[in-house]
């Protein structure tokens, strides 16, 4: 009598592939664009623009140009200035627009409109006022005093300062709605229980505001800082980087030596600001783990 002897692989049933549902074939076809769109337009320009500035020599001649220092000092006080201010003042505008009242919501209907409305045409409607000869500023000041008014954008410190409030003023409503969103997740009953009690208004945003909006407040204030070392319209729509290129910022650089037809000092302009943007997003990606 013969045994016949199976293996357990063998003896075990065939594994049967399920069928792929229609639902995951619409997904990687949607997937798809996607990619396509990321490797076109953000993983091979950025690559192209890291080999042309591969180059030692690209950064000495960068180092070399005095415009590079200028334009370096000019970021640092573009970034710290405007980012600063400008997330104090939102802390100060989220406590104002977070009050039930109904003209304060009409309010924050216009408030709400520079962010919302084109960069491009805005800027370029304030460049407008502030020209010398025909602007609305000069032309008002004339009417009323008879007397020239100043030549804005010819002054490096002014035009600078310009460009840090057109800044300020183009996203100033996005970081107010953001903290308003973090004060209303804090619950109204401390509130209350600190009015019985016979709080402040200061004592109020010492001992409950802030300690519940701390966190919020940083996290936005790094993310500022991100966005605004990478803001080029509100320089170069505003000043063009004039005059004698002595508002240029980091972000702007690149059009000047693209316009001088040295592109491998334009990618060399772009990749020392990583030593800059990458320690503020490794900061942020760190808050947001916790």
């Known amino acids: 009598m013969s045994h016949v002897l199976t293996s357990p692989a063998s003896a075990a049933a065939p594994r049967v592939r399920k069928p792929v549902s229609t639902w995951v074939w619409w997904g ?4 798809v664009p996607y990619l396509l769109v990321f490797l076109v337009f953000v993983l091979y320009p950025v690559g192209y623009g890291l080999w042309l ?4 020599q690209s950064y000495a001649k960068l180092f070399d140009d005095p415009i590079f220092f200028r334009t370096a000092v000019n970021t640092v006080i573009f970034v710290v200035v405007a ?13 104002f627009f977070v009050q039930q009242r109904w003209w304060i919501r009409a309010l924050s ?3 709400i409109l520079p962010w919302a409305v084109p960069s491009i045409p805005t800027i370029l409607s304030v460049r ?3 020209n010398p000869e025909w602007g609305v500023i000069n032309s ?12 804005w954008l010819n002054d490096p410190t002014l035009a600078l300062s310009f460009s840090m409030l057109m800044h300020i003023w183009k996203s100033l409503p996005f970081w107010t709605l953001i903290l ?3 004060r209303l997740a804090i619950p109204s009953e401390q509130y209350e229980a600190a009015s019985v009690d016979g709080a402040t208004r200061w004592q ?3 001992f409950i505001t802030w300690p519940s909006m701390r966190g919020l407040y940083f996290t936005s204030t790094i993310l500022s800082m991100i966005w605004t070392l990478g803001d080029f319209n509100s320089v170069y729509l505003l000043t063009g980087g004039g005059p004698a290129d002595l508002t240029h910022v980091l972000a702007t650089l690149g059009i000047r030596y693209l316009r001088l037809d040295q592109v491998d000092l334009a990618m060399a302009s772009i990749v020392v600001a990583l030593p800059l943007v990458l320690p503020l997003v490794y900061v942020m990606m760190k808050r947001l783990s916790k």
């Open 28 to 31: 990687r076809a949607l997937v």
């Open 53 to 56: 500035a591969r180059h030692p």
């Open 83 to 95: 980012v600063n201010l400008k997330m104090m003042i939102a802390l100060g505008l989220s406590g």
């Open 109 to 111: 209907v216009l408030f």
């Open 128 to 130: 407008f006022m502030l």
């Open 140 to 151: 008002t000041i004339f009417r009323l005093t008879g007397l020239d008014g100043p030549n």
């Open 180 to 182: 308003i969103a973090g």
């Open 204 to 206: 109020k945003f010492r």
